[in-house]
């Protein structure tokens, strides 16, 4: 089974695979900003089924879900805060390689990133779906590298 540097490393090469193909198929403008942000979330997406247990993988996770609640208290935005916080402990209420490892996660966890600005903020789903995509597809060479399909 592949350890986290593994998944980061298979989640940066995803993403920016990803990222050339939209680009390529004129799907997507290049924004330096915008892709630091994607490939962030790509990783982040890639540690999430393995957060289910005690790893560096969840470590890093929980840290970069700490930096993040944090910036959001500082701005004010404790709305946020809250979901992040909620969805934050999801993992925590199953076994390892339970529900995290599924076809079914990969797609359902980074809802909310489509959802909750959808319905608080008004804010159109193409907008919204590179992050998604972002999140997925780090989610999706996790589980590809855990051999799941």
Request: charged letters at 10%; aromatic letters at 16%; hydrophobic letters at 55%.
């Amino acid at each position: 089974m592949p350890g986290y540097k593994v998944h980061i490393g298979g989640s940066i090469f995803a993403g920016i695979l990803v990222l050339l193909i939209l680009v390529n198929i004129g799907m997507y403008v290049v924004d330096p900003q915008q892709v630091v942000v994607l490939l962030i979330l790509s990783v982040l997406g890639a540690l999430f089924p393995d957060i289910d247990t005690d790893s560096k993988g969840k470590r890093l996770y929980y840290s970069a879900m700490l930096l993040l609640s944090l910036a959001l208290i500082y701005f004010e935005e404790f709305r946020w805060a809250a979901y992040l916080g909620v969805l934050a402990m999801l993992p925590g209420v199953s076994a390892h390689r339970g529900w995290t490892h599924t076809w079914w996660a990969m797609l359902v966890v980074p809802m909310p990133m489509l959802i909750l600005p959808y319905y608080v903020y008004g804010q159109g789903f193409p907008t919204l779906l590179p992050y998604y995509v972002a999140f997925v597809t780090g989610y999706f060479s996790h589980l590809l590298l855990d051999r799941e399909f």
